[in-house]
């Protein structure tokens, strides 16, 4: 490649600058771009016009209903420090973090690099050191691992008529990103649960704010449970362990009603690419969180579903 060709402008500039405009623009619709023009060094892995354009078209419709989705596949795109053609091992595969958080995989191809085994790095005109990185312009588009249209918060992003107060939970949060790229079993309270528990235990009054927002992370990770267990494998008695640590218990009652704690499972099976949806309708408080918050478990009143 042209190894070694240096610009001096920044790695966005350069972008700008050459025939890069459908990148750029997912890279300013994500806020990137001022990321891009400071001080580095980055390397980024550009996808031509061509590349973008032949990407899948759900995950470009995708984009329109989730910006955390986009965010997470441009961040897939970017790396920190220089990543060159000739410094990358000539045996065997390197992984390097992206700024999105997860890895993506580098092996020598010939005489240029393959990325995650679908897009090349472009033999010709590769290595273009900038002032601020490295420009590796690459010929397809790299999907972050379990990325897909279907992910768990998309899912509920489109169900947020149910969701939208879990879902603004979860980005308050910052848990967005772990139910994006791992498997789980969401448990979502309904908005109603919500209306119902605003005033009882998610504003206390009588705590720090430190503290309000450790039981607020740690009661959103009670209802998220590794690997995706439909409804027709939770059993009577069964304990789940959460991300929050403590088990979630399962009772199956004679009509048929799952229960998860004390709340009751009102539509099942939602299903997503990186697992499953089951709404619920309470919020569930782990006793531990409750005496945190200096709150009797007690006098904690429910919304009245039939228990």
């Not at 995708?62 to 997470?72: C, G, I, R, T, V």
């Not at 045996?91 to 700024?99: F, S, W």
Request: with cysteine; hydrophobic share 45%; aromatic share 8%.
């Amino acid at each position: 490649g042209a190894a070694n060709c240096f610009v001096d402008k920044t790695v966005f500039q350069y972008l700008v600058d050459n025939a890069y405009s459908s990148f750029v623009q997912l890279l300013t619709e994500t806020g990137q771009d001022k990321i891009l023009s400071g001080e580095g060094p980055f390397t980024v892995f550009a996808p031509t016009n061509a590349a973008i354009s032949n990407m899948d078209p759900a995950v470009l419709a995708s984009f329109a209903h989730s910006p955390w989705q986009k965010s997470s596949l441009v961040k897939y795109h970017l790396v920190d420090g220089y990543v060159l053609v000739p410094t990358v091992p000539v045996t065997g595969t390197q992984t390097l973090p992206t700024v999105a958080g997860q890895g993506v995989h580098l092996q020598h191809d010939g005489s240029t690099l393959l990325l995650n085994n679908v897009s090349h790095v472009v033999s010709t005109g590769n290595d273009i050191i900038c002032n601020n990185g490295v420009v590796q312009p690459i010929d397809a588009v790299l999907l972050p691992p379990l990325y897909s249209p279907d992910n768990l918060f998309y899912v509920l992003v489109k169900e947020d008529q149910l969701f939208g107060e879990f879902i603004m939970s979860l980005l308050l949060a910052n848990l967005t990103h772990v139910i994006e790229n791992g498997e789980f079993t969401v448990f979502g309270p309904t908005n109603a649960a919500y209306a119902h528990y605003v005033n009882q235990v998610i504003n206390p009054a009588n705590i720090s704010v430190e503290a309000a927002a450790t039981i607020s992370l740690e009661m959103e990770k009670y209802h998220i449970v590794p690997g995706a267990r439909p409804l027709d494998t939770l059993k009577q008695g069964q304990k789940l362990y959460t991300l929050h640590g403590t088990p979630l218990d399962i009772t199956r009652l004679a009509d048929g009603t799952v229960m998860v704690d004390q709340a009751v499972v009102v539509q099942g099976d939602i299903p997503a690419a990186n697992g499953v949806v089951h709404a619920i309708s309470d919020i569930l408080f782990p006793h531990d969180l409750l005496a945190l918050a200096g709150i009797d478990p007690a006098t904690v009143t429910r919304p009245g579903y039939p228990h």
